[in-house]
Nanobody, 117 residues
C-alpha cells in the first residue's frame, strides 16, 4: 500500500512562510506527476499546484507567485514552499498524484496550516 506522509504545517502569522514535505512510497516516483491539494473547513479539497516528472510546475491562480513546488526523486519526496501566507490559505494540505495525469492513491493524513495573527 502506498503511503503519503505530509509534514511541516503549523501556525504562522500572515505574511509568514512554511515549507511542507511529503514523503512517499510511490513506485516509479520519478515519472509521476505529483500535486499538492488543500481542504479548508467546510470546503471541498482543491488542487493548489503540481509538479510534473520533468520538474515543470503549475499553480492555482490564488497562490501563483507565492508558492513553489520542488521534488527530490532520490528521496521520493515532494516539497512545497509557501510565502506571503494569507488567512485564506488556512487548510489541511495533502499531496497525491496530480489528478490531471493519473489516479490518486489513498490519501495521507495531511498537515494543518493555520495562518492567523
Amino acid at each position: 500500500q502506498v503511503q503519503l506522509v505530509e509534514s511541516g504545517g503549523g501556525l504562522v502569522q500572515p505574511g509568514g512562510s512554511l515549507r511542507l514535505s511529503c514523503a512517499t512510497s510511490v513506485k516509479f516516483f520519478s515519472i509521476k506527476a505529483m500535486a499538492w491539494y488543500r481542504q479548508a473547513p467546510g470546503k471541498q479539497r482543491e488542487l493548489v499546484g503540481g509538479i510534473r516528472s520533468d520538474g515543470r510546475t503549475s499553480f492555482e491562480h490564488s497562490v501563483e507567485g507565492r508558492f513553489a513546488i520542488t521534488r527530490d526523486n532520490a528521496k521520493n519526496t515532494v516539497y512545497r514552499k509557501m510565502d506571503s501566507l494569507k488567512p485564506e490559505d488556512t487548510a489541511v494540505y495533502y499531496c497525491n498524484v496530480d489528478r490531471r495525469y493519473g489516479l490518486w492513491y489513498d490519501w495521507g493524513q495531511g498537515t494543518q496550516v493555520t495562518v492567523s495573527s
